[in-house]
C-alpha cells in the first residue's frame, strides 16, 4: 500500500525559502507514469494545488506561484521536494503531498503545517 | 482558469437521510471531475473520479453525476461518519489544477 509523509522545517521566516520533503513507501517514485504532487490548504480554507512533477523530472506549476515555485525529486531515496522562495504569512498552510494517478489525487500524506512567522 | 462553485455552503441532514452535493463548474469540464472527503484534522481522501467512478474501497452508498457544467454527489444513506467537508476538483484543462470551496455536511 503506498504511504507519503511530509517532513520539513514547520516554522519559516517571511522573505526566506519554505523546503518539504515527501517521502514515497510501498512503491517506487519512478515506476509508472506518475505525477507526485504537492497540495496546500491555509488553515480553515479551501485547498490549492502547487504543482506536479512527473517521474521524468517533468514540472508542471500553479500559474499562481510559478514565480516562487520548484518540485524536484530523488528516485534513488523515494522522494519528492517543494521549495517555495519570498515567503510571506499567506504561504501558511497545511501542505500536503499526493500522488497524481491520472489527474486526480489519491493517496495524500497525513499533511505537514507550515507557519511563516518572523 | 476554470473556477468552481459549490452548493450549498453547509448541508444540514440527519443520519438516515440522502444528502445531494452540488458543483458546477465555469466552462465545460466534460466528465473530468473529482470529489474529496476531508475529516477534521485528515487529509482528503479521493471518492469519485470520472464524475462517476468509486474509488476503491468507497462505500455503494456515495455516487457521482453529472457532466459538462453540472455535477453531484449523493450520499444515499447518511452514516455518522459521513459528516465532514467535500471538495470537487477539475481536471480537464490545467494547470491549474482547481478545487471548489467546499460542502460541509453537518449533522441536523
Known amino acids: ?3 507519503l509523509r511530509e517532513s520539513g522545517p514547520r516554522l519559516v521566516k517571511p522573505s526566506e525559502t519554505l523546503s518539504l520533503s515527501c517521502t514515497v513507501s510501498g512503491g517506487s517514485i519512478n515506476s509508472g507514469s506518475y505525477y507526485w504532487a504537492w497540495i496546500r490548504q491555509p488553515p480553515g480554507k479551501g485547498l490549492e494545488w502547487v504543482g506536479s512533477i ?3 523530472g517533468t514540472t508542471y506549476y500553479n500559474p499562481s506561484l510559478k514565480s516562487r515555485v520548484t518540485i524536484s525529486l530523488d528516485t534513488s531515496n523515494n522522494q519528492f521536494f517543494l521549495t517555495l522562495g519570498s515567503v510571506t504569512a499567506a504561504d501558511t498552510a497545511l501542505y ?8 486526480w489525487f489519491d493517496p495524500w500524506g497525513q499533511g505537514m503545517l507550515v507557519t511563516v512567522s518572523s | 482558469e476554470i473556477v ?7 448541508l444540514s ?3 438516515g437521510e440522502r444528502a445531494t452535493l452540488s458543483c458546477r463548474a465555469s466552462q465545460s469540464i466534460s466528465s473530468d471531475l473529482a470529489w474529496y472527503q476531508q475529516k477534521p484534522g485528515q487529509a482528503p481522501r479521493l471518492l469519485i473520479y470520472g464524475a462517476s467512478y468509486r474509488a476503491t474501497g468507497v462505500p455503494a452508498r456515495f455516487s457521482g453525476s453529472g457532466s459538462g457544467t453540472e455535477f453531484t454527489l449523493t450520499i444515499s444513506s447518511l452514516q455518522s461518519e459521513d459528516f465532514a467537508l467535500y471538495y470537487c476538483q477539475q481536471y480537464h484543462q490545467w494547470p491549474p489544477f482547481t478545487f471548489g470551496p467546499g460542502t460541509k455536511v453537518e449533522i441536523k
Open chain 2, 4 to 10: 468552481l462553485t459549490q452548493s450549498p455552503a453547509t
Open chain 1, 1 to 3: 500500500q503506498l504511504e
Open chain 1, 54 to 56: 512527473y517521474y521524468d
Open chain 2, 13 to 15: 441532514v440527519s443520519a
Open chain 1, 96 to 103: 500536503y503531498c499526493a500522488m497524481d494517478a491520472d489527474r
